[in-house]
C-alpha cells in the first residue's frame, strides 16, 4: 500500500524558513522521480520542484534561488528546504511521484504571513 506522509509545515513570517520532510512507503523509491506540489485556497495545484533519481532538479520560476529539494534514498524521504518565504508560498503542501500517482498523502499546510 502507498503511503506518503508530508511534515513540517508552519506558521512563519515573511523571510522566514521552513524545511517540509515527506516519507514515502509502498514504492520504490530509489529510481522515482519525486516532486513537491502545492495547492494554494481557490487554486490548481502546481509543481514547485522535482528530483530525479540521480539527484537533478527542477523548479519552477517562483521559487528558484530560495527553495531547495532533495532525498535521501535510505530513509525513503524528500525534504524541501524553503527559504526567504513569501505571502503567495501560502499552500498546502504534497509530495508524489512525476508523473503523479492518485495516491496522495494529507500534506503540510504552509501559512507565510506579510
Known amino acids: 500500500q502507498v503511503q506518503l506522509a508530508e511534515s513540517g509545515g508552519g506558521l512563519v513570517q515573511a523571510g522566514g524558513s521552513l524545511r517540509l520532510s515527506c516519507a514515502a512507503s509502498?514504492?520504490?523509491?530509489?529510481?522515482?522521480?519525486m516532486g513537491w506540489y502545492r495547492q494554494a485556497p481557490g487554486k490548481e495545484r502546481e509543481m514547485v520542484a522535482f528530483?530525479?533519481?540521480?539527484?537533478?532538479?527542477n523548479y519552477r520560476d517562483s521559487v528558484k534561488g530560495r527553495f531547495t529539494i532533495s532525498r535521501d534514498n535510505a530513509k525513503n524521504t524528500v525534504y524541501l528546504q524553503m527559504n526567504s518565504l513569501k505571502p503567495e508560498d501560502t499552500a498546502v503542501y504534497y509530495c508524489?511521484?512525476?508523473?503523479?500517482?492518485?495516491?496522495w498523502g494529507q500534506g503540510t499546510q504552509v501559512t507565510v504571513s506579510s
Open positions: 508524489n511521484k512525476v508523473p503523479m500517482m492518485r495516491t
Open positions: 509502498g514504492i520504490v523509491f530509489r529510481i522515482n522521480t
Open positions: 528530483i530525479t533519481p540521480g539527484g537533478s532538479t
